[in-house]
């Protein structure tokens, strides 16, 4: 046993030293970075890969260019990514739930997402709002909670789909509001949103970007944030921890990723330079306007959110028993 892993304990060990040896040549980036999303053009992944593309660019000194691959809810790219050189020239952006979720609902993967990328950046997260109809008799919390007792199997709550993060959001405000809700799937929020604003359903999990509009013509109002502290564009909504619910908080963040085995040199660069793109003012007032808030922090401490939501969600996936149709 020791004759084989000397060998790659010692080639590891200098594969290390030499992408570091390399870093310090400036031989990182010699040539165009591939940012890879996972949506459509035009969704807040996207629009959040362009701004990182953007700043990387400026930071590095080397093309950013984002390549958007849809496609398998996001299957497509992360399969692409994984396969990809561990060089540093190919990154991925996505929504955290495409790769803590998916183990637990999908069987048939290709790869495995916490161990065939490498995390290098909390980019941004998106804190989810509860959101009810104007017509729901229920302006707090605690009212839509009475509600929800006093007509048990008759609030519906609508969803991006089955697995989606308005429905795992949804699913864990109800266990610790200790109510049951009916789930109503739709293909994507925008469908659900309709149906909620005509009261066909009595409330929604989404991002202040998406409900904003919404809340502002007065067709649906915020009864709590799934957050730690309240949003900016939201200062007199309460917290779930101040409306009652401490248990529910749900924040769908978006990460830089890379292929498993890119030198740790290679992340502690791009991380850095990424933590300089959200700490410039314009960028930050960019993130607040499409209902982002900037996150930043290490590698390390993005690792944990990565492991420790991957541990969150699979116990409320299967205690809940959540399966796709």
Wanted: proline share 8%; net charge neutral; aromatic share 8%.
């Amino acid at each position: 046993m020791r004759t084989h892993r000397i060998p790659s304990v010692a080639a590891a060990f200098l594969f290390g030293f030499f992408a570091t040896l390399a870093l310090a040549q400036g031989a990182y980036p010699n040539r165009t970075i591939r940012l890879i999303v996972d949506t459509s053009p035009g969704g807040i992944t996207d629009l959040l890969g362009r701004l990182s593309a953007e700043g990387l660019a400026r930071k590095l000194g080397q093309p950013v260019v984002v390549e958007n691959k849809p496609g398998a809810s996001g299957n497509v790219a992360i399969d692409f990514v994984v396969r990809s050189p561990a060089d540093g020239h190919t990154l991925m952006i996505c929504a955290g739930g495409n790769l803590v979720v998916k183990p637990f609902l999908e069987h048939a993967l290709s790869f495995d997402p916490m161990n065939d990328l490498v995390p290098v950046f909390n980019v941004a997260e998106a804190p989810h709002i509860l959101v009810v109809p104007a017509s729901l008799p229920a302006a707090t919390v605690a009212e839509f909670i009475a509600y929800a007792k006093a007509n048990p199997g008759q609030v519906y709550y609508g969803s991006a789909g089955v697995g989606s993060p308005p429905h795992l959001s949804l699913e864990l405000f109800a266990r610790h509001a200790g109510v049951k809700l009916v789930h109503v799937p739709y293909k994507g929020v925008g469908n659900a949103l309709p149906d909620m604003i005509s009261g066909r359903v009595q409330a929604m999990s989404i991002s202040f970007g998406s409900a904003r509009p919404h809340l502002r013509s007065g067709q649906i109002k915020a009864l709590a944030a799934g957050a730690k502290h309240r949003l900016a564009g939201l200062p007199g909504v309460p917290t779930s921890a101040e409306a009652g619910v401490p248990g529910w908080e749900m924040s769908a963040w978006f990460g830089i990723f890379a292929p498993k085995e890119t030198p740790p040199a290679i992340l502690r660069l791009l991380n850095e330079r990424m933590q300089e793109v959200i700490d410039d003012p314009k960028t930050r007032q960019r993130l607040f306007e499409i209902g982002a808030e900037p996150v930043g922090g290490s590698v390390d401490s993005f690792s944990e959110r990565f492991r420790s939501d991957y541990r969150m969600w699979g116990q409320v996936i299967n205690e809940s028993g959540i399966k796709l149709e």
